[in-house]
C-alpha cells in the first residue's frame, strides 16, 4: 500500500511538472484575473482528488484534453475548484485513453451570467 502512494505522489508530481511547463501559456489567457500558479494548484488539487484524472497525462491525447479544458475554463475566467467548474475524465473509446472535459457546474454558470 505505501509503495502505491508513493507512485501516485510521483505521478502527482509530473502532473504539476507538466502544468508549470505551461504557465506562461496560461498567464496570457488567465489576463491577470487569478495567478497562473494557482490556477495550476487547482488542478493538481482536483488530481489529487481523482486518480482518473492523473490517468490523462499518460497519453498526448489526454494531456492534449486537459489543456484544452483547462484553456476553456481561463477564458471564461472560472477556477477549476469544483465549485465554479470541474475536469471530468472519462474513457474515449476513438483514442482508447482517459481524457478529460470540462463542465461548468452551476455556481460557475452563475458567474457567467453576472
Known sequence: MAEQVQTQAVT????????EKKAEQFAKV???????E???AL???QCRGNSKLVECFKTTAGTLSVMTAMTRAASMELEID???CSLVPFFDKDAQAMIATLMVQYQGQLVLLA
Open 38 to 40: 494557482r490556477f495550476i
Open 30 to 36: 488567465l489576463a491577470g484575473h487569478i495567478k497562473p
Open 12 to 19: 502527482i508530481r509530473t502532473v504539476q511538472e507538466t502544468l
Open 43 to 45: 488542478v493538481v488539487n
Open 82 to 84: 469544483g465549485r465554479l
